[in-house]
């Protein structure tokens, strides 16, 4: 959470994340691996990097348990910043390095 941390006191994050629970009570990964797991957290799908309507966008949001919430999607969010590809001259190439 860090930076946007005020944005997950809102009372609309709030009704967002209950309802997003309450819809999609089990973890939307353990679902897709076969196994049934209370899930305890609300993710963003996509980073919303402070962007309101990326962040309030019930449809950029999954329920996941903690650990894949704090394992797997995390190391997504890692890998997804690194460089897409490399030049001749061994420099990243894609312009964020």
Not at 10 to 15: C, D, E, I, K, V
Not at 22 to 41: D, F, I, K, L, W
Not at 69 to 89: A, F, I, M, N
Request: hydrophobic share 30%; proline share 4%; glycine share 8%.
């Amino acid at each position: 959470m860090g930076k946007f941390a005020k944005l997950y006191k809102t009372s609309t994050w709030q009704r967002l994340r209950e309802a997003r629970l309450n819809a999609e009570p089990c973890c939307r990964m353990c679902s897709a691996e076969g196994a049934v797991t209370p899930a305890v957290v609300v993710d963003h799908i996509k980073r919303h990097s402070g962007c309101w309507i990326k962040f309030a966008d019930y449809e950029n949001t999954q329920s996941l348990c903690k650990r894949h919430h704090d394992s797997d999607k995390q190391r997504e969010e890692w890998l997804d910043t690194l460089p897409s590809g490399v030049g001749v001259d061994g420099y990243p190439t894609d312009g964020r390095w």
